[in-house]
Each structure stands twice: as structure tokens, then as C-alpha cells.
């Protein structure tokens, strides 16, 4: 089973709003990422837990807080966010870190 | 500053004929490499991959190249079938670090 699930599969709101974005594996993979894919784009990293631990942030704005609350999960709090953060954001797993990353289908995000 | 280039943004083939997708990139220190297939509106779905220990990896109709001194790796897929039109992207990494992906490359699959 490689199968990494995200919620929702799209999120309208708007620039004051708060909200949440999950992910979820049961592979026992000990990293999880945030990615954001813009269309035509490659997929940006934006964070990676190692251990339930943020080892690598790339710079992402403060409107932009991820958190870990175990192993298996991994949220992505949302807060006054603008236009140009409409994207599909994608979450990944991986056993370790330099390991194969697999996937989520993604959170199609529309921030109005 | 892109480390892992994919210079054909897209690639048509007819059905039955072998599809090569291209992938340069500049770090030396990359030594694990991986492509993903990607449909729109979904995750990237890993594919194959192959460590700098090899030049070559198999699976099924996909084989992955890999030419170190010219930084250059290759994903042949053959034969080429309808469902395999997506976007591919390579993506490189160097021990214990961040992967890099390509900007991708969009194949279709001419029936």
C-alpha cells in the first residue's frame, strides 16, 4: 500500500479566512512534505518533517504553518492567505528522507 | 536557479513506438534520481528510479538511463500506449537533501 490521502480535494476561501489542509499514511514513512504546484510548474517544496520534526523550510511565508501532529499526520494551517496562493497543494511521504516520495492527489486550493 | 532541466516541454508518439523523455541536470552531487507520471488535477505518481550506482534501471516497458559524466538521464518507455499521456518529471537528489524536480515534460500518446 502506497497510498498517501489528502482532504479536502478543493478549498475556496478567502483572504481572511482559516482553514486546514490534512494528509494522512499508513506506510510508516518517517518524512512528510508540502509541496505547492503551480500549473505547468514543477512541484515546490515548502516543508519536510523528518521524525515528526520540521527539518527543511524553504522560506514559505508565516501565512503558511504546517504542523505534525504524528507519524501519520500532517496538517497545513492556512491564515489570510492571497490570490497567488491558489495552487494544487500536494503532500508526500518518504521511509527517510533520501528516500522515493509518494504522493497525495493533492488540495486544489482557490483563494478569492 | 534550476538544478534539473527537462528541455521538451512536450513529446508526441504514436502508439507501439518507444517514447524517450529527457532530463540534464548540473549538481554532480546528485546521486539518486527519480520520474514521476503526472495527470492533471492529481498527485505525481512514482514510476522508476535509479541511484548513480547504475547507468541503467528496468521495469516493464520503462527503463530509466543514466550517463554520469554527462549529467544526462533518460526514461524510454516502449511501446508507448494511449495511457501513458501525462506530464513526466525527473527529479534528483543528493544524499540526505531535498529532491529538485524538472519543469516537465507533457506526453502524448497518438492512438
Known amino acids: 500500500d502506497t497510498e498517501v490521502t489528502q482532504t479536502p480535494k478543493h478549498l475556496v476561501m478567502g483572504m481572511t479566512n482559516k482553514k486546514s489542509l490534512k494528509c494522512e499514511q499508513h506506510?510508516?514513512?518517517?518524512?512528510m512534505y508540502w509541496y505547492k504546484q503551480k500549473a505547468k510548474k514543477p512541484p515546490e517544496l515548502m516543508f519536510v518533517?523528518?521524525?515528526?520534526?520540521?527539518?527543511i523550510n524553504e522560506s514559505v511565508p508565516s501565512r503558511f504553518s504546517p504542523e505534525c501532529p504524528n507519524s501519520s499526520l500532517l496538517n497545513l494551517h492556512l491564515h489570510a492567505l492571497q490570490p497567488e496562493d491558489s495552487a494544487l497543494y500536494l503532500c508526500?511521504?518518504?521511509?527517510?528522507?533520501?528516500?522515493?516520495?509518494?504522493f497525495g492527489p493533492g488540495t486544489r486550493l482557490t483563494v478569492l | 536557479d534550476q538544478q534539473v532541466k527537462q528541455n521538451s516541454p512536450s513529446l508526441s508518439v504514436q502508439e507501439g513506438r518507444i517514447s524517450i523523455l529527457n532530463c540534464d541536470y548540473t549538481?554532480?552531487?546528485?546521486?539518486?534520481f527519480l520520474w514521476y507520471k503526472k495527470y492533471p488535477a492529481e498527485g505525481p505518481t512514482f514510476l522508476i528510479s535509479?541511484?548513480?550506482?547504475?547507468d541503467k534501471n528496468e521495469d516493464g516497458r520503462f527503463t530509466v538511463f543514466l550517463n554520469k559524466s554527462a549529467k544526462h538521464l533518460s526514461l524510454h518507455i516502449v511501446p508507448s500506449q494511449p495511457g501513458d499521456s501525462a506530464v513526466y518529471f525527473c527529479?534528483?537528489?543528493?544524499?540526505?537533501?531535498?529532491?529538485?524536480f524538472g519543469t516537465g515534460t507533457s506526453l502524448t500518446v497518438i492512438p
Open positions: 518533517y523528518s521524525y515528526e520534526k520540521l527539518s
Open positions: 549538481n554532480s552531487m546528485f546521486d539518486y
Open positions: 508526500a511521504s518518504s521511509q527517510f528522507m533520501t528516500d522515493t516520495q509518494y
Open positions: 527529479a534528483a537528489s543528493a544524499s540526505g537533501n531535498q529532491f529538485y
Open positions: 506506510m510508516g514513512h518517517r518524512a
Open positions: 535509479i541511484s548513480s550506482i547504475k
